[in-house]
């Protein structure tokens, strides 16, 4: 299983755009990349997934380069209601595979 | 739709006693999660049902540690006796089917042992 790794935390203010990027060296080829989002006292839910190129859905969108190295989650126009945490798994999850989540980012936006 | 229900939302006993959590998952969702969260960290997958037959329990610590999907509907995995280290939020999540990468998670059981 591809290991992943994203900032521990980071900060923003309200209306600022948010990328955040996750690190996927090992990523195999029938891997996916999925972000989940999680408020405090709730469960993880599920944002965006994505193979290769840009995927967009109303809450982000996912940047993914040619070689898939990386990803990039961003946010658009955040608000304080954002402040989560972030996790960017990799697997292939669609083919009998787990969800492996990692410590994740916090994002903390500020008014 | 309604979500995944978890009962109960908090509890809190001693180390040496024996605790369940229950898990109705969304309707017609075939395979079915735990996960223990510890506070700081993500979420463990601890066990993974299709209906009522087990998928995977590798990371479930089976000395102490039970579940069960009986009818291949509701869940209730259970601990005994409990450690201190098992104080965490138990999570359940459901899916339409194996492996999907798009799971639905309840709000979670927090259990603090003293």
């Known amino acids: 299983l591809a290991k992943t790794t994203q900032p521990i935390s980071m900060d923003s203010y309200e209306g600022q755009e948010v990328n955040i990027t996750c690190s996927h060296n090992?990523?195999?080829?029938?891997?996916?990349i999925t972000w989940y989002q999680q408020f405090p006292s709730q469960g993880p839910r599920f944002i965006i997934q994505?193979?290769?190129t840009k995927v967009t859905n109303e809450v982000a969108s996912l940047f993914i380069p040619a070689d898939r190295k990386s990803s990039t989650l961003s946010l658009p126009r955040v608000s304080l209601s954002d402040t989560a945490v972030y996790y960017c798994?990799?697997?292939?999850?669609?083919?009998?595979?787990?969800?492996?989540f990692g410590q994740g980012t916090e994002l903390s936006v500020k008014p | 739709e309604a979500g995944v229900a978890q009962s109960p939302r908090y509890k809190i006993i001693e180390k040496r006693q024996s605790v369940a959590f229950w898990c109705n998952p969304i309707s017609g969702h075939a395979t079915l999660y735990w996960y223990q969260q510890i506070l700081g960290q993500g979420p463990k997958l601890l066990i993974q049902?299709?209906?009522?037959?087990?998928?995977?329990d590798s990371q479930l610590p089976k000395d102490r540690f039970s579940a069960e999907r009986l009818k291949g509907v509701d869940s209730t995995l259970k601990i005994q006796p409990a450690k201190l280290e098992d104080s965490a939020v138990y999570l359940c999540?459901?899916?339409?089917?194996?492996?999907?990468?798009?799971?639905?998670f309840g709000p979670g059981t927090r259990l603090t042992v003293t």
């Open positions: 798994l990799v697997g292939r999850y669609n083919q009998g595979g787990k969800l492996i």
């Open positions: 999540a459901s899916s339409p089917d194996r492996g999907s990468y798009e799971q639905y």
């Open positions: 049902f299709q209906n009522n037959g087990v998928v995977d």
């Open positions: 994505g193979y290769k």
């Open positions: 090992n990523i195999a080829t029938n891997d996916y």
